[in-house]
């Protein structure tokens, strides 16, 4: 039986799937390689970007999978050289040059850098770009409230979706609860670090009760509260174990079992501080 994940609606109309392949760190040969795997196990949700130095290989897994680029979701960021207006169409143009498509799913702000104090003018540029129907929809990662109620005040978009740094050792209640009551999907990224996480004893209680692995008890905790992840792997094994994760749920107490071993706000990198 072939698992594919389910879809989410976005605010702006994309349907987007709830897990895909994240590809940081991957040199391209390796990216490519992991990408074919992927698709080839049912993914359709490919997550890069141009500071992962592998768009290239994201674009030749796909072409060499054969998969239509229609079918495919494709999910890549801009660094902060970008934050312009039309810094933002050249991130884009970029970008599509070098995963070979002519248009994009999911474009982002990687970081918001907001001692450069220039990302407004790269979400004005973001809009422009949904505008005319060059990205299926525009989104941030790793901003704060702070930083997404700013860029709402100053151009009325919401972001489809922010991007952040979560697992059962980073919560995130706060951006999670923001995000929740402006409609923005959160999407995870590093959805299994640190290694340490997979050997915490709830977690792997559960992956004995439910016979499945560790990565699988913590993507389902992420997927069944409605959000999206992007798990890396390279090895086709392990690619095809993540997304099979649709056919079981975990139970409101154990979901809570699980967010009990959060670590707060303070286990989290500064957006404020850190970006590139």
Not at 22 to 47: F, H, K
Not at 162 to 167: C, K, S
Not at 242 to 249: G, L, P, R
């Amino acid at each position: 039986m072939t698992v594919t994940a389910p879809t989410i609606g976005l605010l702006h109309g994309a349907q987007m799937p709830t897990l895909g392949l994240g590809t940081s760190p991957m040199n391209d040969s390796d990216t490519a390689a992991a990408v074919r795997a992927a698709l080839e196990s049912s993914y359709r949700l490919l997550d890069t970007a141009e500071n992962y130095h592998n768009e290239q290989g994201v674009g030749q897994g796909l072409r060499d999978s054969g998969v239509p680029r229609e079918e495919v979701f494709i999910t890549t960021k801009f660094n902060k050289r970008w934050h312009s207006v039309d810094g933002a169409r050249q991130a884009f143009e970029n970008s599509c040059q070098r995963l070979g498509v002519d248009y994009i799913d999911l474009l982002l702000i990687h970081w918001p850098n907001p001692a450069q104090d220039q990302y407004v003018d790269a979400w004005r540029g973001l809009a422009k770009l949904l505008e005319a129907g060059s990205v299926r929809a525009i989104g941030t990662s790793n901003f704060k409230p702070a930083h997404l109620d700013r860029i709402i005040d100053a151009t009325g978009v919401v972001p489809d979706v922010n991007q952040i740094n979560l697992n059962p050792y980073k919560v995130r209640s706060g951006p999670v609860g923001y995000h929740a009551e402006h409609r923005i999907i959160t999407m995870c990224w590093s959805p299994l670090s640190p290694r340490e996480l997979l050997d915490e004893p709830v977690i792997t209680e559960l992956a004995a009760r439910y016979q499945r692995t560790p990565a699988q008890i913590v993507l389902r905790w992420q997927t069944q509260q409605g959000y999206v992840t992007v798990p890396k792997s390279s090895s086709p094994q392990r690619i095809k174990e993540n997304i099979s994760i649709f056919d079981f749920d975990l139970t409101s107490d154990e979901l809570a079992a699980i967010s009990g071993l959060d670590r707060g706000e303070a286990a989290v990198t500064d957006s404020d501080v850190f970006g590139h």
